[in-house]
């Protein structure tokens, strides 16, 4: 049964760090790529990073560039969202989520439970 | 970046009705879209992608269509278990971006 299970949120101060993790199971987690979602208290959903099945290609929303970095250990079988510079406006939950190929531009197949990241003085 | 607007931004409906979500892209996104539903304090789930391709495990109620810029998603009798949040999202270029939600509520 494939799986994706957050961690590692929690309430920070503002221009604080936090590292997210997802630990991925019931699939061969180093053939595809992998992305994070957020969504504020109340609001829709924002993508905000992507990584390649290998890691060599990233992407980010441009809310987060040069703030946050995407990456992943392919021998445990996990992704992080290492946030740096935390915001307010950070204040979200965040998923991971499995694209269906080794594309990179797909529609997201899985979704995890998510993780609660709170920036608060 | 690629707008997607959905409407209504939300709806009223009785079990049995036939519900009909749209969402427009700002530019031409040919059939890179995805539909999902999102109950309270849940993940979401993927409904529908490539714009009209269900997912493995959704009813078959649930219904997308349309391309370019102009695409649909139909519940053909909504039952108890569908009142939720439906997003679009388009995945023709980066960022990734989302429709700003259409709750679908009991009347």
């Known amino acids: 049964q494939v799986q994706l299970a957050e961690s590692g949120g929690g309430v920070v101060q503002p221009g604080r760090s936090l590292r997210l993790s997802c630990a991925a199971s019931g699939f061969t987690f180093s053939s595809y790529g992998m992305h994070w979602v957020r969504q504020a208290p109340g609001k829709g959903l924002e993508w905000v990073a992507v990584?390649?099945?290998?890691?060599?290609?990233?992407y980010y929303a441009d809310s987060v560039k040069g703030r946050f970095t995407i990456s992943r250990d392919n021998s445990k079988n996990t992704l992080y969202l290492q946030m740096n510079s935390l915001r307010a406006e950070d204040t979200a939950m965040y998923f991971c989520a499995k694209v269906p190929g080794i594309g990179l531009l797909d529609a997201f197949h899985i979704w995890g439970q998510g993780t609660m990241v709170t920036v608060s003085s | 970046d690629v707008q997607m607007t959905q409407s209504p931004s939300s709806l009223s409906a009785s079990v049995g009705d036939r519900v009909t979500i749209t969402c427009r892209a700002s530019?031409?996104?040919?059939?890179?879209l995805a539909w999902y539903q999102q109950k309270a304090e849940k993940a979401p789930k993927s409904l529908i992608y490539a714009a009209s391709s269900l997912q493995s495990g959704v009813p078959s109620r649930f219904s997308g269509s349309g391309s370019g810029t102009h695409f649909t998603l139909t519940i053909s009798s909504l039952q108890p278990e569908d009142f939720a949040t439906y997003y679009c999202q388009q995945y023709n270029t980066y960022p990734l971006t989302f429709g700003g939600g259409t709750k679908v509520e009991i009347k």
């Open positions: 530019q031409d996104i040919n059939s890179w």
């Open positions: 990584i390649s099945y290998d890691g060599s290609n990233k």
